[in-house]
Structure formats: C-alpha cells, structure tokens
C-alpha cells in the first residue's frame, strides 16, 4: 500500500549545527516529494519539493536529498537556529496528486 | 495574491450532529484538497477537487462528502459525527492538480 515512513520523530539539534531527517517510500512510482514545517497551532508551510528526476535540491539553509532506487529521501538543515523549532513532515505522491504524509519529526535546536 | 482561507476556526459539535466547513482556494488555483490532521499525527488526505469533480479520495467513509464551486472554493461536510472525528481539518490549493500544494490555517473540529 502507500507509505511513508519518517525518522526520528523528535531530533534535539545544538544551534548552529546540522539537522537530517528521513523518509522511505512504498510505491516507486512516486515522483514529487515536499516538505512542510509545521509549527504549533499553525498551518503546515512547504519548505522545500524535489521531483523524482533530480537528485538533490538546495535552498539556502535547507537541502533535500532523493534516491529513487532506495525509495528514501531526506531534509537536511544547516546551520540551525532557534526560528527552526517546530514539526517537520515529509510526504510523497502517490498518483492522483493525493499526497501521503509521513508522521512528523519534532525538531528542538538548543540555544 | 490571496492565501488559502478556511471557516470556521473552531466548532464544537455533538455525536451524530452534521457539520460543513468551508475553504477560499487561492488566488488563480483550481484544485482543492482535504485532509484530517488528528493531534501528533501527519495530515491524511480525504479528497480532492478539480474544476468541480472529484479527483480522488483516501480512506474516508462516504460520510465524508464535499463540492467545489464555480469559483474554486469548496465545502467538506461530514454527517453521523463520531467522537474518532475530532481533529484539525485542513485544506490546500493548487493550480492544475499540480502537486505544489498550500494550506489554509484548518479548522479545529471537536465532537463531544
């Protein structure tokens, strides 16, 4: 069936270091594959998207890693700061563009 | 340019009681889509629609139901509320089922 699968689901970060999260995939024919941050009592915002025919993308702090072959994929931070604090949700889709999330990972940077 | 809107915030309604929530697309997007988002959960899509049709649904019971309008804004009703109900409920727009979708704020629906 459809999947995604999402680790770890709370990550504790030191400012200024790097953050990764990951994600796997069942249906390889999956394509498109956003991230959202969601903080709290807020609406889920899309950071970051790769389609399936570019490995990796990059946005200023936020990078976002894909292997087809493997079906996982994964967001990477940098240089993190205390405004990254929140819950970050992968998700993939699945045909229909109905789009299947992952169950989160709550992402803490210490000051 | 408009963001994605919805209403009510905040319902409280009872077991069995109907509800309709409301969704305003943004500005120059034709597809909707709606999931349920229960506490510490990602969100789950329901359904989707495009130019006013159905265009695909997740594992949601027929109680479940919804329209778009001619103007691209759209309703989820959900009737016979079960306790299992209560949960944020979101939607997102797009243009053209492209797969860039973007939330509105959600409505916190609580069944009592």
């Known amino acids: 069936g459809e999947n995604v699968e999402q680790h770890p689901s709370t990550l504790s970060v030191q400012e200024g270091d790097s953050a990764v999260i990951k994600c796997t995939y069942s249906d390889s024919a999956s394509n498109y594959f956003p991230w959202y941050k969601q903080e709290l009592g807020k609406r889920p915002q899309l950071i970051i998207d790769?389609?399936?025919?570019?490995g990796e993308k990059k946005d200023q702090r936020i990078a976002v890693t894909l292997n087809k072959t493997a079906k996982h994929f994964s967001l990477h931070i940098t240089e993190t700061q205390p405004e990254d604090s929140a819950v970050y949700f992968c998700?993939?889709?699945?045909?229909?563009?109905?789009?299947?999330f992952g169950t989160g990972t709550r992402l803490t940077i210490i000051p | 340019e408009t963001g994605v809107t919805q209403s009510p915030t905040h319902l409280i309604k009872t077991r069995g009681q109907q509800v309709t929530l409301r969704c305003s697309s943004q500005s120059g997007h034709n597809t909707v889509s709606w999931y349920q988002q229960a506490l510490g959960q990602g969100p789950q899509f329901i359904f989707q629609y495009y130019r006013e049709e159905e265009n695909g649904r997740g594992n949601f019971p027929p109680r479940f139901s919804g329209l778009q309008f001619p103007n691209y804004s759209s309703e989820l009703n959900v009737n016979a509320l079960e306790l299992d109900d209560s949960a944020l409920y979101l939607c997102?727009?797009?243009?053209?089922?492209?797969?860039?979708?973007?939330f509105g704020p959600g409505t916190r629906l609580t069944v009592l």
């Open positions: 997102a727009s797009s243009l053209d089922r492209a797969n860039e979708q973007f």
């Open positions: 998700a993939a889709e699945f045909g229909n563009e109905k789009l299947t």
């Open positions: 790769i389609r399936s025919n570019v």
